[in-house]
């Protein structure tokens, strides 16, 4: 099999990082690069990294041209935009992975409410699947619109839900203490990720009302079945790349220890590739160019001495997760689920 692809916005970061993993892709390659700009970059110029290795230039968006030349089309865009294309596509018999937000949150009121702009494809959003092979493969396989999820929701999903499903935890309370590289924020120039303003900083922002909050709390209560509350609060890092959270969770009960907390997250990976359970710490270096996410969990005393016997001070469960953001977080998942799409192992091309 040879998997035609387009990608449509193919100047950013995502795009940057979809076309290298494409590019060492056992059965697909990049056909059609679409963008909304009027001048027609050629993506080597655009990125000189790709010189002599991919020097397309970049064409119209033109849902028959790209249908023709290709099978699946990669959405690279903002929110807002995508959703005006992926209609268009899919009708040209495409299928379509949307890297941006406009497909992730189901209900389009909420979408309104989360993003700040009606949704204008609502048949389409009833129809998307969302993007997180560890919980929704067999949906992916026969998707036409595939949500690709948030890089900081794909590290909160997989470092909760199997506590979720063992009912080990609390499905409310929980706290989810979030780092990220500027890479997360996009390509266009914003002050706030200048690098004399980021570099030899650190800093949170839009604690419990940042968009990704509402996606956590959908995919949580999606996997458990029933309401889940979370209070997320995410940080800003001065790498380029990289995310780490720390996760606080409440047992459900006093008998849960943590050689069961580790066994849920085992047997929830036991088939997963992609996500490597471990005792020691993660640390974002040791995810980097990877498709992994990394989880340990502790289940520690809140108060008392380290080492005393600390009965009758409140225990905590936390969860510690780490993925690169621009590939487990964003376009190493979108091949994984192409892979999924397609019908080949999900490590193709990610390995």
């Known amino acids: 099999m040879n998997i035609r692809c387009a990608i ?3 100047t950013s970061y995502t795009a940057l990082y979809l076309i290298e993993i494409l590019l060492h892709h056992p059965s697909a390659k990049v056909t059609y690069l679409a963008t909304q700009r009027e001048a027609l970059p050629n993506i080597a110029d655009e990125f000189p990294q790709f010189r002599a290795r991919c020097e397309m230039a970049g ?7 790209i249908a023709a030349a290709a099978d699946v ?5 903002p929110h807002v935009a995508s959703m005006q294309y992926a209609p268009k596509l899919l009708d040209a018999g495409l299928r379509v992975i949307d890297l941006s937000a406009d497909y992730r949150l189901r209900d ?3 979408y309104a409410r989360v993003y700040g702009h009606a949704h204008e494809d609502v048949a389409n959003l ?8 560890e919980f929704f493969a067999e949906q992916i396989k026969d998707a036409d619109l595939v949500a690709n999820p948030g890089c900081y929701p794909t590290a909160a999903a997989l470092g909760i839900a199997p506590l979720l499903q063992r009912s080990l935890v609390k499905p409310t309370g929980i706290i989810i203490n979030a780092t990220s590289g500027v890479t997360g924020a996009g390509r266009s120039p914003k002050q706030p990720f200048h690098f004399p303003e980021a570099n030899e900083a650190f800093s949170p922002y839009a604690p419990g009302i940042h968009r990704h909050q509402t996606e956590i709390e959908q995919t949580l209560r999606t996997i458990k079945g029933s ?3 979370v209070l997320f609060v995410p940080h800003l890092l001065p790498v380029d790349r990289g995310i780490l959270e720390s996760i606080y969770l409440d047992p459900a009960d006093d008998d849960v220890t943590e050689a069961e907390l580790y066994e849920a997250f085992h047997d929830a990976y036991a088939e997963a590739p992609f996500v490597r359970v471990r005792k020691e710490l993660p640390n974002i270096k040791w995810v980097r160019d990877s498709n992994y996410c990394d989880i340990a969990v502790r289940l520690v005393h809140a108060g008392g001495e380290p080492g005393a016997d600390n009965d009758g001070i409140a225990r905590k469960v936390i969860v510690f997760t780490a993925e690169d953001n621009m590939i487990k977080g964003a376009s190493g998942q979108a091949v994984q689920n192409m892979n999924l799409m397609f019908g080949l192992d999900q490590t193709a091309g990610l390995k």
């Open 126 to 133: 009833a129809a998307a699947v969302y993007g997180l092979p």
């Open 59 to 65: 064409q119209p968006i033109d849902p028959a041209a």
């Open 108 to 110: 389009a009121a909420q």
């Open 73 to 77: 089309a990669f959405l690279c865009l």
């Open 227 to 229: 309401p889940v509350n």
């Open 8 to 10: 449509v916005g193919p």
